[in-house]
């Protein structure tokens, strides 16, 4: 069973719950995500696989996931880039940013990480549907297209500071 740390608005640890209790009690809790650029500034995106249960085949950050319980957001970021991509790659803290879920008010703490990366990259089938390089061109016009994207990413895509550290 997956534990998380729960947070407190300064995203101070302020207890433990399971990931099914954070999510039914709405608990504040912590995210990561990576964003890998490769030598022609393109910009991977995962394809969330069909098994998962919240935004199956929706595109999001090329990995992502949750802190667990105890560990750094920068050891959280490592951890999923191997479970995900099986890779690893240095990473750069971009920043950390307070999101609020539209449907629930839940609070999300997420930490964002710049690698860089050409892959290629060894999919975990069960996480990843597939993984794509696209140009700053071709993602802004899937948005328009209203291709189905992760909400965190699009939240992430708006701050111009995330698209000044990719491009």
């Given at each position: 069973?997956?534990?998380?740390d729960v ?81 690893g790659a ?78």
């Open positions: 069973m997956e534990y998380l947070v407190n608005e300064q995203d101070e640890v302020i207890g433990i719950s399971s990931f099914d209790e954070a999510y039914s009690n709405l608990l504040s809790h912590r995210i990561v995500h990576v964003l890998i650029i490769n030598s022609k500034k393109e910009l991977l995106l995962q394809l969330r696989s069909a098994q998962k249960s919240f935004c199956p085949l929706h595109w999001s950050t090329a990995v992502g996931g949750h802190v667990q319980s105890g560990e750094t957001y920068e050891a959280a970021a490592r951890r999923e880039f191997e479970e995900e991509l099986g890779e240095d990473l750069v803290l971009i920043g950390k940013y307070r999101y609020v879920v539209l449907h629930t008010g839940q609070i999300k703490f997420l930490s964002v990480f710049r690698a860089h990366h050409d892959g290629p990259f060894h999919i975990n089938k069960e996480e990843v549907e597939r993984a794509d390089f696209f140009t700053r061109e071709k993602v802004e016009e899937m948005i328009q297209m209203k291709e189905k994207f992760h909400p965190e990413l699009l939240f992430l895509l708006e701050k111009p500071e995330i698209l000044d550290a990719l491009f």
